[in-house]
């Protein structure tokens, strides 16, 4: 198999796995995936965070923070497949 489709390929597998998965720690847990929270948002309470923890605030927080972090992963790994398929065509010629 090609260098360049592993490399895209693993670039993908971990953008899924970014957008895919819940986040969360051991104080607080989103019950949807990233992905799902970036189309539609959970709810938030602007007026209760001033005196408790806004759990829909922070997964929303969470999910634009994992849509940077996927985006930024299928950059470098289109680039790196790019890089890898150039290199190659130019060493067959």
């Given at each position: 198999m090609n260098s360049a489709r592993v490399a895209f390929a693993v670039s993908a597998l971990l953008v899924?796995?970014?957008?895919?998965?819940?986040?969360?720690d051991g104080s607080y847990g989103c019950h949807r995936p990233p992905a799902t929270l970036l189309i539609?948002?959970?709810?938030?309470?602007p007026l209760a965070?001033?005196?408790?923890?806004?759990?829909?605030?922070?997964c929303n927080q969470d999910?634009?923070?994992?849509?940077?972090?996927?985006?930024?992963?299928?950059?470098?790994?289109?680039?790196?497949?790019?890089?890898?398929?150039h290199r190659t065509r130019r060493s067959r010629d």
């Open positions: 899924l796995a970014l957008l895919l998965f819940p986040t969360g539609v948002p959970a709810k938030e309470n965070r001033q005196y408790y923890f806004d759990e829909g605030y922070q999910a634009r923070r994992r849509g940077v972090e996927a985006v930024a992963v299928l950059l470098a790994g289109s680039l790196l497949a790019a890089t890898l398929r």
